[in-house]
């Protein structure tokens, strides 16, 4: 598919199920009545989309709603949803650089990226802000759910969300060279999950900086969680707790200082300004 626009549908703009070998790409969904683009089967692709104000009818819809094996999301820019904003269930997909925004603004336990039942996903390079927790159970950046395993989250920003990382039900999974920046309290969170690593991550928060059920992490390697007046519980002593000299000179990069203490962890940053669709002349 390529279709330059959808726009008022009653149910969900693009439906393609069982569908091997597909591409949806270059398209603009808006003011869905359910989901704005659903693809399950093999091989696919979902690329350089731009889908906002879905679930006006259902708001437990999802914007983007993908499952099977051997998928692909990437440079799509997804906002203003009532639920979740990219979704997941399978086999080997690669979830990247994507900009996510102001989703959850309805309903609960969800993300702005949330992928379950799923072995072998990497999710990397992607850009979520702007998530507010409106009451109940909560909403996520990145959030991998039941069954989740060896998975891999890189090199992904989140700015404006309070819960960076939520992992329930999940082992073997990797968390690795991410940049989460809150201002208030941050929570990273692992319920009945287990052997998950995490590897030079830069947590940075206001407040108090939670992670619950720290058992569930076998190695800790080179990170940073930093906060300068706030607690940190759940997070093991020999965890730096210092000023990584963060600064974001431009929209979706936060790099390190001349002399950052995290440079010799090897942690980097991240730079995900590209993150997100490719604006075509004369479309918006």
């Known amino acids: 598919a390529n279709v330059p626009f959808y726009k008022e549908l009653g149910n969900q703009g693009i439906k393609a199920t069982e569908s091997n070998g597909l591409t949806v790409e270059g398209c ?3 003011n869905a009545g ?7 089967g093999q091989g696919w692709r979902v690329v350089n989309n731009y889908v906002h104000h879905n679930g006006e009818v259902y708001p437990s819809a999802i914007a ?11 440079h799509n820019e997804v906002h203003d949803c009532p639920y979740s904003g990219i979704t997941f269930g399978g086999q080997r997909a690669v979830v990247e650089a994507n900009e996510i925004y102001r989703t959850m603004l309805e309903l609960h336990d969800g993300a702005a990226i949330y992928i379950t039942f799923c072995k072998n996903v990497t999710v990397r390079g992607n850009y979520v802000h702007d998530i507010v927790d409106t009451g109940g159970y909560g909403a996520s950046a990145y959030y991998l759910d039941e069954q989740a395993e060896d998975c891999l989250v ?11 990382s939520h992992n329930h039900m999940t082992k073997h999974n990797t968390l690795r060279g991410n940049v989460w920046v809150v201002a208030g309290d941050a929570k990273l969170t692992f319920p009945k999950s287990t052997d998950c690593t995490l590897e030079r991550n830069l947590v940075t928060a206001t407040g108090k900086i939670t992670v619950t059920n720290p058992a569930a992490i076998t190695t800790w390697t080179d990170n940073v969680f930093y906060t300068p007046q706030g607690p940190r519980e759940g ?3 020999d965890v730096l707790n210092v000023d990584p000299l963060l600064e974001s000179p431009a929209k979706g990069v936060w790099r390190l200082k001349a002399g950052s203490p995290a440079a010799a962890l090897g942690i980097t940053g991240v730079d995900v300004s590209g993150a997100g669709r490719t604006r075509t002349p004369g479309r918006p």
Do not use: Y
């Open 28 to 30: 603009e969904v808006r």
């Open 34 to 40: 359910a989901c704005g683009i659903r693809v399950h």
């Open 64 to 74: 983007v709603n993908t499952g099977g094996q051997d998928g692909l999301l990437s």
């Open 154 to 164: 890189e090199g992904n920003l989140s700015t404006g969300v309070g819960w960076p």
């Open 235 to 237: 997070v093991p002593a």
